[in-house]
């Protein structure tokens, strides 16, 4: 089949950038886990708890759906050729991928409050905080299991496509473009909205005089939030753009990149870089990490001089 696109050779590319920073990622991730298991208090702090449950389940899609990914691009089908296996696998990433979404817009609308309204968070934690930890996995298992197991047609996944294609349901014209603004639209533009808002309104209240020290007060807050949502703008802010002109107005290098998730390896860079971002996010990690590098840099004018006895007397 002829395309206009080299395929091909987008595909390993794809498969050197992800082959190549997996295991750096998956050890940096069990550092994160150790230092983690050794400063219990990080993770019983409130303003903690949601970064390490996304850190979590990046870890996941790491070690269960990116090896995978990785062996469908080296040798053009997947791993097991099988049914069972193709749903196993939809369902897998899709699950991940639409949990870290709204846990990634959660987190910003609870960083506005951690800054703006900490008492009224704090006072009604149980509904704002730890129900929306519990309920964004839960709920998001739920959507999608249904979408591909329950909703009444027969899917046919196909061998030779990355993740088996796509389930039959989200073919339908209605449901697919239901599922896809829900599970991506949606949550990317909370992530939008809370960032710009956020940020907006610190720097407001920068200006005034009686509030001139809320930038310094909050700027680790503003920065770690920025630091880990920032990464859906590099990732699914160009997926959701592509399939917002492909609807508008297809072309066929449009249809190409979707059809062949050339932007696949996109979606993986938060997942890599979730080690770095919760080392950044979480104060105790950070800390942790300058004091390994301090200790080894090389000291320069610490040696001690020793006397010398000109005559060679004692």
Known sequence: MNTILNIPLTRQITFGFL?????????????????????KQIFKQLNNQFIFCLFIVYFIQTTLDLPLTIIFLYQGVVAIQTQ?????WYILISVLDM???YLNAYLSIERYLLVFHNKFLFKYKIILHYIPLVLIPISSFIFVYGAVMLYPCENHFVYYAVVCGTSCSVLTPDFGVFAWILSFVVPLMIVIFFNVFLLARVL?????????????????????????????????????LTTVISLAHPTPVL??????????????????????????????????????LSQRRPRVGTTRAVPVNPTGTH
């Not at 020290?213 to 802010?237: A, E, F, P, R």
Request: aromatic letters at 12%; one cysteine or more.
């Open 255 to 292: 249809s190409e990149i979707q059809g062949y998730w050339l932007l696949l390896g996109l979606i993986y860079i938060p997942v890599l870089c979730s080690p770095i971002t919760a080392s950044f996010a979480i104060p105790e990690l950070r800390d942790d990490i300058r004091g390994w």
């Open 99 to 101: 949990c870290t979404m």
């Open 19 to 39: 082959i190549t920073l997996i295991l750096p990622s998956a050890l940096s991730s069990c550092f994160v886990f150790y230092r983690i298991t050794q400063k």
């Open 204 to 240: 407001l209240h920068k200006r005034r005089m009686l509030q001139k020290d809320v930038w310094q007060k909050n700027k680790g807050m503003v920065l770690q939030l920025l630091s880990i949502t920032g990464m859906l703008y590099i990732s699914w802010l160009p997926i959701t």
């Open 84 to 88: 069972t296996f193709c749903t196993y």
